[in-house]
């Protein structure tokens, strides 16, 4: 049993005498994605608007504006569960996926017109699956972390930044541009080890493109 019960499977019996690396990789993502997800069992838009440990984070969310963006290496839904009330209506974030359907510009159109800030995700999210070379956003539900589902999440290893590179690629392309935007700049709670070199070189070597801006 994985994370309260999220992946409970029954034993398989002997080990395996050869591992299939691949099935084992999709199994981990699964794992890292139960263990991202358990602690917001239960959590809802409107349990997390009166619980007292989700009101700093409602208040921060209520100061963002418009033409903001949330660039986050998170693959946990904290962020789409965050609604604060702003005014007679409740504030939220549009999430950037990378689909180029219709309904995706559709949500898009309605997030601009809505004023909503944007949160880009650029390691995935425990909602979002991938198949044959795409990534699909979902409904959050545990059947995501089931068999044969894969999670569309970078995890930690040798694939993390092809995951980047490829799968999250629009997204990477679209973060560094809102940074080379961007008036000011807000760090919370985030650094980058040497180990991380793919968003070292991508984010932060853009010295002479962000003259003039402001880092808080």
């Known amino acids: ?12 019996g002997d080990t395996p005498k050869s591992l299939d690396l691949k099935e084992f990789r999709r199994c981990a993502k699964r794992v890292v994605a139960a263990s991202c997800s358990a602690f917001l069992e239960g959590v809802t838009e409107e349990k997390a608007r009166k619980r007292e440990r989700w009101q700093p984070y409602q208040r921060w969310l209520a100061l963002l504006r418009p033409n903001d963006t949330i660039i986050s290496f998170n693959y946990d839904r904290v962020l789409e569960l965050l609604s604060p009330k702003v005014g007679s ?3 939220g974030v549009h999430v950037e996926g990378l689909g180029r359907t ?3 510009q559709d949500a898009a159109d309605e997030a601009r017109l809505a004023g909503l800030p944007t949160l880009l995700k650029l ?8 198949a044959d070379g795409a990534v699909t956003r979902h409904e959050w539900s545990r059947d995501l972390l089931r068999k044969p589902t894969v999670p569309a999440i970078a995890t930690p290893g040798p694939l993390k930044m092809q995951m980047a590179q490829e799968f999250f690629r629009d ?8 940074l080379m935007d961007a008036q000011e700049i807000y760090v919370l709670g985030f650094g980058f080890p040497p180990s991380d070199a793919h968003p070292r070189e991508q984010l932060l ?12």
């Open 205 to 216: 070597n853009l010295n002479e493109m962000l003259a003039g801006f402001r880092m808080f």
């Open 171 to 178: 997204l990477w392309s679209r973060a560094r541009k809102r």
């Open 89 to 91: 209506s409740h504030w």
């Open 102 to 104: 219709a309904e995706d």
């Open 1 to 12: 049993p994985v994370s309260g019960g999220y992946m409970n499977q029954p034993p398989s």
């Open 123 to 130: 390691h995935g999210s425990v909602d979002w699956t991938e």
